[in-house]
T-cell receptor
Framework: GAVVSQHPSWVICKSGTSVKIECRSL??????MFWYRQFPKQSLMLMAT?????????EQGVEKDKFLINHASLTLSTLTVTSAHPEDSSFYIC????????????FGSGTQLSVL | QKEVEQNSGPLSVPEGAIASLNCTYS??????FFWYRQYSGKSPELIMF????GDKEDGRFTAQLNKASQYVSLLIRDSQPSDSATYLC????????????FGGGTRVLVKP
């Protein structure tokens, strides 16, 4: 199956710093990638849809200036959590779409962010 | 009303028995339906997807879709302890692209 690589797997940072998370589709080109956040014992909540070469589409309630998304190529999308605070501590997961609508999504391995 | 609803569980199943998981969704225009398995601290992995009414079988897993009732289910036959995980139902609401909406997940415990 398709492989989506996400890095880093975990990160601990101080409050006020910024953290960048990378999501790469290793064996296919992904015109669309999705970023999810998951708090403990809760389901995945979609944060934004990342489209190659254009601005990301953010879900309601997600601050676009805090969660910067860049989809610079067909195989790479990045999520930067700016000025992180403890409440941003969560499990962040990316997914990539191979093909058109209704095609399967492939998930990265996730990034556990802990903000001290 | 949540867009995708699941019983949170836990669903306790003896080893070798059938685990039955249910999911309902609110949007009649939904196009495709997915079941993911998620182990604690890991990202979801796709188990099954189904687009058409009826049953779809893959190994020990069977997905059942009833669009009229807005209901999708997952059966796990011959449950194994390694099946213990949270199972997430995801629905493509069909609005735009492949934006999935996830249910809250059902935690399954398979007891030896």
């Amino acid at each position: 199956g398709a492989v989506v690589s996400q890095h880093p797997s975990w990160v601990i940072c101080k409050s006020g710093t910024s953290v960048k998370i990378e999501c790469r589709s290793l064996d296919f080109q992904a015109t669309t990638m999705f970023w999810y956040r998951q708090f403990p014992k809760q389901s995945l909540m979609l944060m934004a849809t990342s489209n190659e070469g254009s601005k990301a589409t953010y879900e309601q309630g997600v601050e676009k200036d805090k969660f910067l998304i860049n989809h610079a190529s067909l195989t790479l999308s990045t999520l930067t959590v700016t000025s992180a605070h403890p409440e941003d501590s969560s499990f962040y997961i990316c997914s990539a779409q191979r093909g058109g609508p209704n095609e399967k999504l492939f998930f990265g391995s996730g990034t556990q962010l802990s903000v001290l | 009303q949540k867009e995708v609803e699941q019983n949170s569980g836990p669903l306790s199943v003896p080893e070798g028995a059938i685990a039955s998981l249910n999911c309902t969704y609110s949007d009649r225009g939904s196009q495709s339906f997915f079941w993911y398995r998620q182990y604690s601290g890991k990202s979801p992995e796709l188990i099954m997807f189904i687009y058409s009414n009826g049953d779809k079988e893959d190994g020990r897993f069977t997905a059942q879709l009833n669009k009229a009732s807005q209901y999708v289910s997952l059966l796990i036959r011959d449950s194994q302890p390694s099946d213990s995980a949270t199972y997430l139902c995801a629905v493509n609401l069909g609005a735009a692209g492949n934006k999935l909406t996830f249910g809250g997940g059902t935690r399954v415990l398979v007891k030896p």
